[in-house]
């Protein structure tokens, strides 16, 4: 049975609740994370998730946040309903980085950066990861998207989070260390500052 919808304020959604003998929802004090009830003996509970459960989309009500992944229209593929537009590459060419093949100095042309995951907030700041390199389509389970043998010998995938993502490389074999030669990926921030940080190796 669906529950009761409350108004925006807790004192009509605490009547509700009495009236119907069972908790309501108070609309008005909802956030991404918060829930708040109306309980029917007058007080209220308040539920707290670690990370976002709704968010706003464009005509200003509240959406469940889906992080399944499915195929977009245009060959990306993306989250269901995310809060933060994230998108992840589809299959994707191989291109060549002529600019940077020349400021390398590769004695091979240096592949082009492909968007592979991007992220944009409702103010218009965009964060974009770049993989250099043809990407195979990847093959979706769940939240995680696999592009197999987007290296030699080895596989990237993608785990989308309510928050963000991960990336991860998992290699298929010994002879990935030695094929796979330098990773490259490249960040890219729009009306956002990315902070150097450097990087420890693991013990």
């Known amino acids: 049975m669906a529950e009761p919808v409350a108004g925006d304020d807790a004192t009509a959604a ?18 991404e994370t918060r829930t708040v009830w109306a309980n029917p003996d007058g007080t209220l509970t308040e539920d707290q998730a670690a990370g976002p459960v709704r968010f706003r989309a464009d ?20 989250p269901k309903a995310h809060p933060l537009g994230l998108t992840l590459a589809g299959a994707t060419p191989e291109r060549r980085d002529i600019a940077a093949t020349r400021r390398l100095r590769a004695a091979e042309a ?14 218009g700041q965009r964060v974009e990861l ?8 990847p093959r979706i389970d769940g939240t995680k998207a696999t592009y197999r043998d987007a290296l030699p010998h080895a596989d ?3 785990n989308t989070a309510r928050t963000g993502f991960e ?8 002879k990935a260390v030695a094929e796979a030669g330098t990773l490259r990926m490249t960040l890219t921030a729009k009306g956002l500052t990315a902070p150097p940080r450097s990087f420890l190796p693991h013990q």
């Open 110 to 123: 240096v592949p082009a950066a492909t968007p592979l995951v991007s992220l944009t907030t409702e103010k």
């Open 167 to 174: 990336q991860s490389v998992v290699l298929n074999s010994p």
């Open 156 to 158: 990237l995938v993608v």
């Open 14 to 31: 605490i009547l509700r609740a009495r009236l119907a003998d069972k908790r309501v929802k108070v609309v008005g004090e909802r956030t």
């Open 59 to 78: 005509d200003g009500d509240w959406t469940p946040v889906d992080i399944g992944l499915a195929k977009l229209a245009d060959g990306r593929v993306g």
């Open 130 to 137: 770049g993989w250099r390199g043809a990407l195979p389509a």
